[in-house]
């Protein structure tokens, strides 16, 4: 018998293993809880939460699929919270998994609206799908969601489909192990003050081939990265042709540890002829390569603006405090990905200077004409269009005032 616990997110209140139960004095949420529930992951659900409310605004949806469901949190989440009257369908190999999420489904009255069933998310996918597909697929595993992208994109609506994914093989993502990303998401990743970014990418242009294998074009809506973990939301769509074109936004990022340069160049051109600029005059590198990843846009301001209205008209209290800051940096950095954004607290240390303070340094290059924003990856970090070299000059000028 699973020892249970009542736990509310957001307006939700469910039923899962008892965390503290189960994890003794550890505090560490272990994978195999005998219903597996990790409270730390809300900030990913509220985000969740107002993307799907969100993505609702300009859509609509019949139905929506979460493949791993756990204790079913998530889903049961999007039908109390999400405005709408679509169904949902969770599969769970687990069997206690599947016994508590019944319970659930009662205890919330959705047996209307909600199914769960047990078994292998590839084969449920593709077989659950088959008299009308999923118009939003949300694959939150453990660790890698690379093996179950392919039948998630299958089970798609191909009329467009909303897709998350989150990804929790950091160590992979962030260069610790390059040839298991190049083998799991076909590109090397690499150790960068700016790791997050490339694991997002990686991930990203992983997505784009898989959706393109399938003839479907892949939209970015939005992206999120902590510590922990990467999630990415994108509209899946069959449309070879803007998959086609969309090939320009496959490439790589070269990035030099010894002056933090970095250039981004499209996987077709010759980028082995494509001469390098340091940033500092005889810098000897080493120059690492990340990807191929994606190197296109990674948000949707519109999508951005919309979860944010969707904030803002619902009750504050009932999300991370994270929240409200975290969309304001995302609408910031929106239109400013075409470059990866620079630490400045790693620039700081290569040039042995005190780290200014972010507003500071931000002023100071947008009086220099530069386009600059604050990013949601790092609070010590920045978006800009003004090269490592400028921001450094920008640095050491703000020391001498
Ligand atoms: C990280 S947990 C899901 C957490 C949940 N999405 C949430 O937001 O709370 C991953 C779940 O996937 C289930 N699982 C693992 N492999 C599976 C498979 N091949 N098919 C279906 N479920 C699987 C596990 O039993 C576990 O409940
Ligand atoms: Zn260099």
Known sequence: MTVEREYTEGRTTFLSADVEYYSGDKKQIRANLPVFYNPRMRLNRDMSVLFLSSYLRDNTIRSLCEPLTGSGVRTLRYLKEVPGNFTAKMFDVNPNAVEVVQKNIRLLNLENRAKVLRGDARLLLLSESREERFDYVDVDPFGTPAPYLNAAIQSLNPDGGLLALTATDMPVLCGTYQKVALRRYGGFSIKAPFVHEIAVRLLEGFVFRV???????????????????????????????????????????????????????????????????????????????????????????????????????????????????????????????????????SLCDLHNLTPPSNYDILECLKDAGHSVARTHFSPTAIRTNASVHEVTSAIASLMRR
């Open 211 to 345: 959706a393109g294998l399938n003839d479907c074009s892949m939209l970015p809506l939005a992206i999120l990265s902590t510590d922990h973990y990467v999630r990415v939301w994108v509209k899946v769509e069959a449309d070879r042709e803007r998959a086609n074109s969309q090939a320009e936004s496959l490439g790589v990022i070269r990035y030099c540890e010894g002056c933090m340069q970095t250039q981004t160049i499209p996987q077709r051109a010759r980028y082995e002829d494509i001469a390098f600029e340091h940033a500092i005059p005889d810098c000897r590198g080493p120059i690492r390569i990340a990807g191929p990843l994606w190197i296109g846009d990674l948000f949707n301001k519109e999508y951005l603006e919309h979860a944010q209205e969707s904030f803002k008209d619902d009750d504050a209290s009932l999300y991370h405090k994270r929240v409200p800051r975290i969309l304001e940096e995302m609408l910031e950095e929106s239109t400013l990905t075409d470059f990866p954004f620079i630490d400045l607290h």
